[in-house]
């Protein structure tokens, strides 16, 4: 893995863009997957790219990598000009797809050995490479077992691996936790956080808005091929810091409910996010008692009340319009 | 950074994985000698027809281990995406695809060889000018090769693939004059025989086996090696214009 994170910054100097993309736009038939978009990366952050699926991410991704042609715009990769020449920059970066696309008749080993020789890597350093790899994701006894016969949560492992055997400068991860089981997901996760803090620069996709927020330092929405709102995390959460919510769950259909509780309690915002539950916010503490007791009085029986901390999520929701619901039902799982 | 390990890497990647595993060996080995017998028992010839009978049975070992195992090698990781991975490294299109081809040429090459040694018991091969033999069945193994590349990104499914390379493939076995003369077919068919580069390549091998060939040895050599390049080109570009979306 790469060591050059002890370059140190001085608080004045401008990070440098490792990525930038300008104006570039996609389309598949009479589909607009990628729609005029801009944005930059910095060297040595994690961006995430946020949206739900069919929003553009894997197209973004496979623009920016070669494995696509924009139909215009610009893409620079530490500094080489991708979108003229889309082979440019691919020495420098690590591609971790989707879904697991190694060799199925090789051995994990040997399939770390394969993806180092693409890069040019000589037959010593890979084997020794891939031996530290498989010792770092905990792969070591399935070594020499075929990539076939991986669970979900190995297959991802290795090709998280395949994706940084050259020690790539930009990692590219899309996806990478859909899918596969809680342990394995939150061990991907201190893995990317541990190749974060050795230097590399890491763009994510993901449609799990608490892995985004847990992982990233800025983050992107994309929502139909449009960016909607570029910034880093703490921007994002800033407004929220004083925002009190409170959740509950009742027996009746929280919809009715809504309108009945805004009249009687104007300081508070109600919001039925499903059938049973409903959402109350407000910049003031929020008392749980007379809410609790208004419902009751209504028929309603309420089952849990309690109050959660503000997320990235409320901003997504905010920004999009899109109901997280949409973003948790649209794949197998979720974060943990 | 050393292209090369990249190219001999998927060349041996390529040979392990598909081409010298056993059912394709034995595939190797059986095809071109149940050939040779069938057309022995179908022409009750005698052991002197050996040798007017190998060009064609070479050719036809070459066109058939070549052409269906790239384009179904091809499509398979196309399909489960491990082509993708090739895509990504940061070699030149050319010569990832030369290094994907590599392996199937090799195994046409080899396969090719496979009936000279039963003939080689059977008939006296001492007049066959293995000089001019050796090129032409590499030339041939190439536009074979890239005739299977043509056809793995011209479809999207394996099975596709082989009826697709059947639909090449068999026509040719009757046009190309691996077992009936090309001047021996009906007029109308000829042309179409002469637009075909394995036509090129058998005659080649008939001139250095038995010494009976249509065109000039040299213009077959030239006129097989252009119809290669022309397949590769339009095989690349066909990648660049339907893989690279």
Known sequence: MKNDKSKIRSPND???????????????????????????VNEGEVFGFLGPNGAGKTTTINMLTGLARPDSGKIRIAGYDCSAHPKA?????????????????????????????????????????????????????AAHRNFSGYSKGMKRKLTIAAGIIHQPKILFLDEPTTGIDVASARQIRQLIREMYQAGTTIFLTTHYIEEAERLCERIAFIVNGHIVQDETVANLLQPLKELKVLLITMTHDSGNISGKLAEAFPGYDFRSVSQQHLRVESEQTISIGPVVRFIEEQGAEVTEA???????????????????DVMKTEKNGGPS | MNRWIAFWNILLKDMQSYYLKPPNISWGLVFPLAWTAMFFIRSGSGLEEVIEILPGVMAISVLFGTTSMLAVTVT?????????????????????????????????L???????????????????????VIPAVLLIAVASTFLGLFIAVSVSEVFEAQTFSNFFRFPMIFLCGLFFPVLSLPVMLQPLSFALPLTYGVDILHGAIHGQHILPLWLDFLIIAGFSLVLFLISLKNIHRKWIL
């Open chain 1, 306 to 324: 309690r109050q959660i901390k503000p997320s990235l999520e409320e901003v997504f929701v905010e920004v999009t319009g899109i109901e997280t």
């Open chain 2, 110 to 132: 080899v396969n090719a060889f496979v009936p000279v040694i039963p003939a080689a018991f059977l008939a006296d091969l001492s007049q066959v000018s293995w000089a001019t």
């Open chain 1, 14 to 40: 401008e990070p440098e863009k490792l990525i930038e993309v300008y104006d570039l736009t996609k389309s598949f038939e009479s589909v607009q997957a990628v729609n005029g978009i801009s944005f930059h």
């Open chain 2, 76 to 108: 398979f990781e196309k399909k489960n995406r491990s082509f993708e991975r090739l895509l990504l490294a940061p070699i030149s299109l050319e010569l990832l695809m030369f290094s994907k081809t590599s392996g199937a040429i090799l195994f046409g």
């Open chain 1, 89 to 141: 920059a691919q020495h420098l970066i690590g591609v971790v797809p989707d879904e697991s696309n190694l060799y199925p008749e090789l051995s994990g080993f040997d399939n770390l050995c394969f993806c180092a020789s693409l890069y040019g890597i000589g037959k010593k350093e890979r084997q020794k490479r891939a031996e530290n790899l498989l010792e770092q994701f905990g792969l070591q006894e």
